[in-house]
Nanobody
Framework: QVQLVESGGGLVQAGGSLRLSCAAS????????MGWFRQAPGKERELVAA????????RYGEFVKGRFTISRDNAKNTVYLQMNSLKPEDTAVYYC?????????????????WGQGTQVTVSS
C-alpha cells in the first residue's frame, strides 16, 4: 500500500521560508513522478510543482514565479518543496501526491495517491 506522509508545514511571516518534505513508501519511489498541490478554503486544489521520476524535469504553477523549488532524493524516498518569499496568499493545505507515470503530470486526476496534507499559514 502506497503511503505519503508530509511534514514541515507551519506558521511563518510574509517573506519567510518553509521546507516541506514528503516521505513515500509502498512501491518503488524512483519510478514515478511526484507533485505538490495546495488547496485554500473555498478554492480548487491546484498544482504547485511537479517533478519527474529522476528529478531531471520540473514544472511549477504560474503563481510560483521562481519562489519555490521542488526536488527529490530517490535514495531516501522523499520529495521536497522549498518555499521562499512566502506571501499570505500562499496560505493553504499542501498535499504531496504521486502518479503511475514516470514523466510529469499536471492534473489532479492523474495522481493516484495522496498524503494527508500539511497546513501552511503565512501571516502578513
Amino acid at each position: 500500500q502506497v503511503q505519503l506522509v508530509e511534514s514541515g508545514g507551519g506558521l511563518v511571516q510574509a517573506g519567510g521560508s518553509l521546507r516541506l518534505s514528503c516521505a513515500a513508501s509502498g512501491r518503488t519511489f524512483s519510478r514515478y513522478s511526484m507533485g505538490w498541490f495546495r488547496q485554500a478554503p473555498g478554492k480548487e486544489r491546484e498544482l504547485v510543482a511537479a517533478i519527474n521520476y529522476s528529478g531531471g524535469f520540473t514544472r511549477y504553477g504560474e503563481f510560483v514565479k521562481g519562489r519555490f523549488t521542488i526536488s527529490r532524493d530517490n535514495a531516501k524516498n522523499t520529495v521536497y518543496l522549498q518555499m521562499n518569499s512566502l506571501k499570505p496568499e500562499d496560505t493553504a493545505v499542501y498535499y504531496c501526491a504521486t502518479t503511475s507515470y514516470g514523466n510529469i503530470r499536471f492534473k489532479v486526476e492523474e495522481y493516484d495517491y495522496w498524503g494527508q496534507g500539511t497546513q501552511v499559514t503565512v501571516s502578513s
